[in-house]
Each structure stands twice: as structure tokens, then as C-alpha cells.
């Protein structure tokens, strides 16, 4: 399973992206800005995590309205 979540600096989920099998190669995936009740979210920096069973990365992120 594929796991790409965003969270904030106090690391709290404000949403998930992907969860679920992805097959292998590339994919894209866009981030709207809003968290999982749909409401925009404040400009700042933000933890995108991407797991699957071999392979765990963070980044960070900046997001500007």
C-alpha cells in the first residue's frame, strides 16, 4: 500500500492524498490546499510523508495562498 499524507508543524493529519495500491511508475498527485473537510488551509509549512512497505520519506513543504 502507498500512503502520501500532509501534515502541519504540530503533526497533526490534514489530509490524505493517497491510501491505497498504486501500480509501479511515476503518478501525480496535486494538493488543492484543503484539509479533509474541504476548507482551505492557512499559508505556512507543512510535512508531506510518502510510505510504502521499503521506502518512508518526509519533505517539507511551503504553501502559499
Known amino acids: 500500500a502507498v500512503k502520501l499524507i500532509i501534515y ?11 491510501n491505497g495500491d ?12 484543503k484539509d479533509e473537510g474541504g476548507q482551505t488551509v492557512s499559508s505556512g509549512l507543512y510535512i508531506c510523508r510518502f510510505t510504502t512497505p521499503t521506502f518512508n520519506e518526509f519533505r517539507k513543504m511551503t504553501y502559499l495562498k
Open 22 to 33: 498504486k501500480p509501479g511508475g511515476m503518478h501525480d498527485v496535486i494538493w488543492d490546499g
Open 8 to 18: 502541519d508543524m504540530n503533526g497533526c493529519v490534514v489530509r490524505t492524498l493517497v
